[in-house]
């Protein structure tokens, strides 16, 4: 079984990196974020990250509890972020 609290911490080193890459991206070219967080507002991405999520979250529960939900969240995320990519800007 994993340790709920050593797999929570583990994903909010994961998202806090996640943020500070996206922070010093925007540092570096104003607007940058506003592209990378585009996802956020795509109705089918958000529909794909919140299904993934689900389904994890669930599956997860039964069997880690609510370390596996953090986790479950962060892979909607992704799957979100995934399912709207764009082909990149030049």
Do not use: C, H, K
């Amino acid at each position: 079984m994993v340790n709920g609290r050593a797999s929570l911490l583990t994903v909010v080193i994961v998202v806090a990196a996640l943020v500070i890459r996206i922070a010093v991206a925007e540092l570096r070219r104003p607007g940058s974020a506003r592209v990378r967080l585009a996802f956020l507002s795509n109705t089918r991405a958000l529909t794909a990250g919140a299904v993934t999520a689900a389904v994890l979250g669930l599956l997860g529960w039964q069997s880690s509890g609510y370390g596996a939900l953090a986790w479950a969240v962060l892979a909607g995320v992704l799957v979100a972020f995934i399912v709207d990519r764009r082909p990149p800007e030049t």
